[in-house]
């Protein structure tokens, strides 16, 4: 009779029948903690495991509590397939927005509108500026942010995580303009001068 085979086994022992069958190293063992995955103890399975393989998962920035995709345990404020989609929210430490009357190049008139309320609430300024053929109205918005990620001693990198780097990678701010309790005009500022992006978060 022939020996039988088990699913993702590269080793066999030598066997005489499908009674004897035993599985000695499964496929993708890198060595004693580097497998994707794991032999049984009686050698007829192999078990998946958190891996670098996209069959699996890899479970970042997050920990596998018994090695195996399903005991995937994501880190504090992430969350989603392999902790990939991020709950928490970035920190406001400072902002403010100005609008300006440029006249040439030259700012004239500035009013300012800091953020309020711990910084998550709409802020209002009333002004009398107005729009003329000869100056050039201007929004302003600064602001400075940052994004604290799980601390590494609390939930350290598996060996298959060469590098990794989680942060803001845009912002924006929205506006409005109001006229005796009417809304006449709207828009969103982008910060394009941060130097952050998907591939440059900061």
């Known amino acids: 009779a022939r020996c039988r085979s088990f699913s993702n086994c590269e080793r066999y022992n030598q066997c005489t029948g499908p009674s004897d069958s ?79 009357r440029m006249v040439n190049g030259v700012e004239y008139d500035v009013i300012e509108a800091p953020c309020t309320n711990g910084m998550t609430t709409n802020s209002s300024v009333w002004t009398n500026i107005r729009q003329e053929l000869t100056n050039q109205n201007q929004l302003e918005a600064t602001w400075i942010t940052s994004f604290q990620g799980p601390r590494t001693p609390d939930w350290p990198r598996q060996y298959y995580i060469h590098d990794h780097r989680i942060g803001v990678v845009s912002a924006s701010v929205d506006w409005w303009l109001q006229r005796g309790g009417t809304r006449i005009s709207s828009g969103t500022i982008h910060c394009t001068d941060g130097g952050i992006s998907v591939g440059n978060p900061e």
Do not use: E, M
């Open 22 to 100: 035993r599985c000695t190293r499964c496929q993708y063992d890198r060595g004693p903690t580097q497998k994707a995955y794991q032999v049984s103890n009686d050698g007829i399975s192999c078990t998946k495991l958190c891996s670098w393989r996209p069959d699996s998962k890899f479970c970042y920035p997050g920990r596998c509590t018994d090695d195996t995709p399903s005991s995937c345990t994501c880190a504090p404020g992430f969350a989603g397939n392999n902790c990939l989609t991020i709950s928490a929210t970035p920190t406001i430490h400072y902002c403010i927005w100005k609008l300006k």
